[in-house]
DNA sequence: GCCAACGTTGGC
DNA sequence: GCCAACGTTGGC
């Protein structure tokens, strides 16, 4: 079992547009780190989602339901897509600016490598973030 | 709106 | 292969 993160502009697409939706296409990737971790992720992995933007933080939990595939947006290039639904929506989001406070995150690559849209997590973090989320 | 970080492009 | 220029992301 893997865990992740994925980042998301809610003005893009929200996790309201996930949970309306019921299933969504995490299409659009263009950056070959963040193509790798798609295609690291396999079926049931679990997923904390991120907005970016105004008041950024986790919103929260989602899992993977299919694995990578080749992505439909892509035109060109060598691009992967998978497909996740929701679990559970935080009670309050995590904002970032809480997460920079809490110590035992403070090494997590989401906090480190800010242009990141796909980032791994460990079971401890990921454990922990949902613990606060709930 | 600004700017740091950093990925990409293209000239050499 | 190096590096300057440029574009994009995303926090503030």
Same mark, same amino acid.
């Given at each position: 079992? !893997? ?18 939706? *019921?299933?969504?296409?995490?299409? =659009?990737?263009? +950056?070959?780190?963040?193509? +790798? !971790? ?13 907005? /970016?933007?105004?008041?950024? *933080?986790?919103? *929260? ?15 060109? =290039?060598?691009? %992967? ?35 990141? /849209?796909?980032? /791994?997590? %460990? %079971?401890?973090?990921? +454990?922990?973030?949902?613990?606060? *989320? +709930?």
């Amino acid at each position: 079992m !893997n865990y992740w993160i994925l980042k998301t502009e809610p003005q893009t697409f929200s996790w309201q547009d996930l949970e309306k939706e *019921g299933k969504a296409i995490w299409d =659009g990737v263009r +950056n070959y780190e963040a193509r +790798n !971790n798609l295609r690291k992720m396999k079926t049931d992995d679990l997923i904390l989602i991120y907005h /970016s933007g105004k008041n950024p *933080g986790i919103i *929260g939990a989602a899992k993977v339901i299919k694995e990578h595939y080749p992505d439909p947006t892509a035109k060109e =290039g060598d691009w %992967s897509a998978v497909d996740i639904i929701p679990v559970r929506k935080f009670k309050k989001m995590l904002l970032l600016q809480q997460l920079k406070q809490i110590k035992e995150l403070a090494s997590i690559s989401l906090l480190k490598r800010t242009r990141l /849209s796909v980032h /791994s997590l %460990s %079971s401890d973090a990921y +454990n922990l973030i949902i613990k606060l *989320g +709930n």
